[in-house]
C-alpha cells in the first residue's frame, strides 16, 4: 500500500505543477544559497591556502624572522637586525618535533644581467636543503647540495620567471648570469610555483649557496629567516614555544622581555586571511538556512490549501475503501516528494552555477558533496514536518462530511 501511496502522489504532484511549484520555491532557494554560500566560503579557503604555498612552500613549518614584533613585512638584509645566525639554527634541530632547519638570506631588486638583458629579482642565499624543506620542484637543471654551499661556488637556480625573461625558459641551464656584479653559472631552473597573495609572481627570484652570499655578496654572517620543519604539524603550538624558549635561552632574553625574534606559522596565517569573510559568509548561510525553514512553512500553508479544495477527491477514496492511513501517507508524501524534488533541483542549479562562475567568471568555487547531501536531508525533514499536520487533517475527514461540503 506504500508504494501505492507514492504513486498516487507523484501522480497529484504532476497534476498540480504550479502548486508543486509554488510549495517547492522555498525549499528550492535554501538548498542553492546554502549550496553557493559554502562552494564560495571552501573555494575561497583554498584559494587563500594556494597563494599562500606559492609563497612558503610547504605549511607544516614555522618561519623565524629577526627584529621581534616591531618589525613588519618579509626581513631583508637591509631591514634585518642582526639576531639570527647559523648557530641559531643548529640548536633549533635538537628540539624532538622538529625535522630538519633551512636558514636563508635575502635582498630584493637584486640586479642581475644575462643575454643582453638587465633587470632585478628577489634574490635568496640558502642552505641546500631549503628547497626540500618548501618542496619545490626543480623543472631542469638541479639544485645546489652541501659540497657547493661549502666550495662557496658561484652557481645560482633561478626562478620560471627569470628563466623565461632571460633564457626562453629550460634553456638558461649552463648559462652564465651576473648577480650584482658577480658572475654565476646557472645550475637550475624551479618548477612555476604562480601566484602569491596579493597576485604578485612567485616566480621572479633567483637562489644561490648561503655560504657564497654571506661571503661573496653580503658579507654578513646573520640570517633573514629560519623556516623550521615539524615532524608533526598537529604539535605546532607546542613547538613554536619550544623554538621561542630555546632562542630566549640562546639571546639571553628574559622571559618578561620581549624577543629580538619573531615566530609564525603559515597555518594561523592562512586561517587570519581565510576567514577575514566569516560573518558575510555565515550570513548567507542563514539566509539559507530561513529559506529553507520559510519553504516549509510555504508547504506546510498550500498543503492544507490543497486539503479544503480537495475533500471530494479525499471523500471518494474513502468510499471506494481507502482507510485513514492510506489518505495521511498520500497527503504526506506529497509534501516530502515536493521538498525532495524542491532540493535537488536547487542543488542542480547551484552545481551549474558553480561550473559556470568558475569557467566563465574566473571565481575559485569548491562545492562540499556533504553539505549538499545534508542539504537535500534537512529539506526531506522539512517536509515530513510540514506535512504531517495537512495529512493528518485530511485523514480525520469522514467521507458524508467530505462529500456534502464539496
Request: no cysteine; proline share 3%.
Amino acid at each position: 500500500m506504500t508504494r501505492g501511496s507514492w504513486s498516487l502522489a507523484l501522480r497529484t504532484i504532476r497534476r498540480a505543477k504550479l502548486r508543486s511549484s509554488l510549495m517547492g520555491l522555498g525549499i528550492a532557494l535554501g538548498v542553492l544559497a546554502i549550496v553557493l554560500t559554502v562552494a564560495t566560503g571552501e573555494g575561497a579557503r583554498r584559494a587563500v591556502q594556494r597563494s599562500f604555498k606559492a609563497m612558503v612552500g610547504s605549511l607544516d613549518v614555522l618561519f623565524v624572522q629577526p627584529g621581534g614584533r616591531a618589525q613588519r613585512g618579509m626581513a631583508t638584509m637591509e631591514s634585518a637586525v642582526a639576531t639570527l645566525v647559523p648557530e641559531d639554527a643548529e640548536a633549533l634541530r635538537a628540539i624532538p618535533n622538529v625535522a630538519d632547519v633551512g636558514m636563508q638570506q635575502s635582498a630584493q631588486n637584486t640586479p642581475i644581467e644575462a643575454g643582453g638583458k638587465s633587470g632585478t629579482t628577489f634574490l635568496f642565499g640558502t642552505s641546500p636543503n631549503w628547497r626540500a624543506i618548501r618542496g619545490d620542484s626543480v623543472a631542469a637543471g638541479r639544485y645546489f647540495g652541501a659540497d657547493d654551499d661549502q666550495a662557496l661556488a658561484r652557481v645560482i637556480v633561478v626562478g620560471a620567471d627569470v628563466a623565461r625573461d632571460f633564457f626562453g625558459g629550460s634553456a638558461a641551464v649552463g648559462q652564465t648570469m651576473r648577480v650584482n656584479g658577480v658572475e654565476f653559472e646557472v645550475i637550475g631552473v624551479l618548477a612555476a610555483n604562480g601566484a602569491g597573495p596579493g597576485g604578485a609572481s612567485m616566480d621572479n627570484l633567483a637562489y644561490i649557496p648561503i655560504g657564497t652570499s654571506s661571503r661573496r655578496l653580503f658579507n654578513r654572517n646573520y640570517l633573514s629567516l629560519m623556516s623550521v620543519k615539524l615532524r608533526d604539524a598537529a604539535q605546532s603550538a607546542t613547538t613554536q614555544q619550544a623554538v621561542e624558549r630555546v632562542l630566549r635561552e640562546r639571546h639571553s632574553i628574559a622571559a618578561t622581555a620581549l624577543p629580538d625574534f619573531r615566530v609564525s606559522s603559515p597555518g594561523a596565517m592562512i586561517a587570519r586571511v581565510a576567514n577575514v569573510d566569516t560573518t558575510l559568509r555565515k550570513a548567507l548561510l542563514w539566509v539559507g538556512v530561513l529559506a529553507l525553514v520559510i519553504g516549509g512553512a510555504m508547504i506546510a500553508n498550500l498543503m492544507f490549501a490543497a486539503t479544503s479544495s480537495r475533500r471530494r477527491e479525499i471523500a471518494i477514496r474513502r468510499a471506494v475503501g481507502a482507510t485513514r492511513a492510506d489518505i495521511l501517507r498520500q497527503i504526506w508524501f506529497e509534501a516530502v516528494l515536493v521538498a525532495l524534488v524542491a532540493a535537488i533541483v536547487g542543488e542542480v542549479i547551484g552545481l551549474a552555477a558553480i561550473a559556470l562562475g568558475a569557467r566563465m567568471m574566473g571565481f575559485s568555487l569548491a562545492p562540499s558533496w556533504p553539505v549538499a547531501g545534508a542539504a537535500i536531508a534537512a529539506s526531506v525533514a522539512i517536509g515530513m514536518v510540514a506535512g504531517f499536520l495537512p495529512a493528518r487533517r485530511a485523514a480525520a475527514l469522514h467521507p458524508s462530511v467530505a462529500l456534502r461540503e464539496s
